[in-house]
């Protein structure tokens, strides 16, 4: 108990010490803040001196007036400079802002142009194959205008380049059917050409034809006779090349006629005869593709130099291959008067 008593004395005395710590620190300020000074305004001529006297307080209350207010013209001065700076950022965006603009209307401008000269040619390759251009006439019902306008009715409810826009997707859309259309019939074209012989039988588009389908003289004989392919002259050992996608149908030999020679069986009836060759590189019931190599020029059989005897037949007849080489190739002949001409 006498500890407590002590401490408890202790801790009132120490709060009273600094009480009064604190009525002396005010007291101090308050007595500094009344001082006063004294100012004299002596003129240089004869007139009255003037003095008055200013308290401490008046002079801290001037000051921090005077700073408030110089702070106030420095925040005012940045606010405005800062605004200034971003008007005119603002106009310098929309300047640019505008230019894009024009450049996009530029090329909307373009692209309306190109997508009239796409539907243009989308309707020529479509009537020109003898198809029913209804989708593409309800376009044209539609037509593009040349170029947009700069400006528009007030009356209208959308921006006359949204419009212009939905009608361009509108001309697309419709364009798709036609162009799948056309899209197959190119790929029928193309499978069409590898099924049936139209490929050219020497690599690279070698050789030059001396002797043609039909009647002609019998180059050992003498004698005219039915000719009933053409005959390619190539140094011995050319590649000789599948004139068509299919299988390899006959491999034979004839002394006295063909030689070497293969026969090729290919779709819608067709088939195709490699005649005189050096060598034979494929073998009975062999699928080929159209360029692929089946063997060498040569000259075995009844023959008087290197050549290729190249025949088509369709069921029993036998076909002129010129018809189907002009599809795909240009190749040299060889005329009467010995001159070579490009076909």
Not at 177 to 201: A, C, K, Y
Not at 271 to 281: A, C, I, K, P
């Amino acid at each position: 108990m006498g500890r407590d008593a002590e401490q408890l004395n202790i801790s009132r005395t120490t709060s009273r010490r600094e009480k009064n710590t604190l009525q002396r620190f005010f007291s101090d300020v308050w007595a500094l803040g009344r001082s006063t000074f004294t100012v004299m305004v002596i003129p240089h001529s004869e007139q009255r001196i003037v003095n008055f006297k200013i308290s401490v307080f008046a002079v801290a209350f001037s000051f921090a007036v005077i700073s408030a207010v110089f702070a106030t013209s420095v925040y005012l001065a940045t606010a405005v400079i800062g605004s200034s700076s971003l008007v005119s950022s603002k106009a310098v965006a929309l300047v640019r802002s505008e230019a894009s603009l024009d450049s996009i209307l530029d090329e909307l401008n373009q692209v309306i142009h190109l997508t009239r000269g796409f539907e243009t040619a989308v309707s020529e390759t479509i009537s020109s194959m003898n198809h029913d251009s209804e989708g593409m006439s309800a376009v044209s019902s539609n037509a593009l205008p040349t170029s947009f306008g700069s400006g528009g009715s007030g009356n209208n409810a959308e921006p006359p380049e949204v419009a212009e826009l939905s009608r361009l997707a509108d001309v697309l859309r419709e364009s798709v059917p036609p162009l799948q259309g056309v899209q197959g019939l190119m790929s029928l074209r193309e499978s069409l050409l590898t099924d049936i012989p139209t490929g050219w039988p020497l690599v690279a588009g070698r050789g030059v034809v001396t002797m043609e389908w039909g009647p002609n003289i019998h180059p050992v004989f003498g004698n005219w006779y039915m000719h009933t392919g053409i005959d390619i002259w190539d140094a011995t050992g050319a590649p000789v090349l599948a004139g068509a996608d299919g299988v390899v149908s006959g491999i034979a030999w004839d002394p006295f006629g063909y030689g070497n020679y293969v026969w090729v069986r290919h779709k819608y009836g067709f088939r195709t005869r490699y005649s005189h060759l050096n060598s034979v590189e494929v073998r009975e019931g062999q699928v080929v593709t159209q360029g692929q190599r089946i063997g060498t020029v040569g000259a075995t059989g009844l023959a008087t130099g290197p050549h290729l005897d190249y025949e088509i037949w369709l069921g029993a007849d036998v076909l002129d291959p010129a018809h189907f080489l002009k599809l795909q190739n240009t190749f040299n002949r060889r005329l009467p008067n010995q001159r070579v001409v490009r076909q």
